[in-house]
């Protein structure tokens, strides 16, 4: 599965929106990009995944770029229960894939009042 | 709402001593999933199992861990004997992969292991 980059941390005043970007270079055309939360003292949450198209859900967006190479999570509205750490994760779905996951360091996003 | 839940939420035991952690997979989900997570590594992926087979436990101890799923209801996670070392916050997580399914995973709220 390949590799992704985010940055460590990042601020956001509440009320505002939240853009968390993702660098997965090395992609490759079967492999979708995922994104997970992780609320303190809790389990990963899913957000919202996809291929190629964006995608919007009632938690957040997903805007990935042409080439696939990046993408952005967007929470429009960003609350103070928003404050976690989000991870990004690259691989492949098929019906033969084993659905596991590989968690980087994740973006610890901290929203201030 | 369905969910995953995990017993025993915290579990403080000596080094030495046998830990049994326990997880109930949504119902219908196909695949269980065990996730270490320590400030130092991260969440690491343990074992997994697809239909209660085992598929891949490589990210386990094998001399002290071990991972089964008795029916479809319950999986564990044994530690024989606990180390220091061991202590972490332990996940489970159920999906249902399979074709045209979104491979969602659904985590339970871990059980906090402290090893003295």
């Known amino acids: 599965d390949a590799k992704t980059t985010q940055p460590t941390s990042m601020d956001c005043a509440e009320g505002r929106a939240a853009n968390l970007p993702c660098n997965h270079s090395?992609?490759?055309?079967?492999?979708?990009v995922y994104w997970y939360r992780q609320i303190h003292s809790q389990g990963p949450q899913y957000i919202i995944h996809g291929l190629k198209n964006n995608e919007t859900n009632e938690m957040a967006s997903l805007i990935i770029t042409e080439d696939r190479k990046s993408s952005t999570l967007i929470l429009p509205h960003a609350t103070l229960r928003d404050t976690a750490v989000y991870y990004c994760?690259?691989?492949?779905?098929?019906?033969?894939?084993?659905?596991?996951?590989?968690f980087g360091q994740g973006t610890t996003l901290q929203v201030k009042p | 709402d369905a969910r995953v839940t995990q017993t025993p939420r915290d579990k403080v035991t000596e080094m030495g001593q046998e830990v049994t952690m326990r997880c109930q997979p949504i119902l219908g989900h196909n695949t269980v999933f065990w996730y270490r997570q320590t400030m130092m590594q991260g969440l690491e992926l343990l074992a997994y199992f697809r239909n209660r087979a085992p598929l891949d436990d490589s990210g386990m101890p094998k001399d002290r861990f071990s991972a089964e799923m008795p029916d479809a209801t319950l999986a564990t996670l044994k530690i024989q004997p606990s180390e220091p070392r061991d202590s972490a916050v332990y996940f489970c997580?159920?999906?249902?992969?399979?074709?045209?399914?979104?491979?969602?995973?659904?985590f339970g709220p871990g059980t906090r292991l402290t090893v003295l």
């Open positions: 994760i690259v691989r492949v779905r098929s019906s033969s894939n084993t659905g596991k996951l590989i």
């Open positions: 090395t992609i490759s055309g079967n492999e979708y």
């Open positions: 997580a159920s999906g249902l992969v399979a074709s045209g399914s979104p491979d969602t995973q659904y």
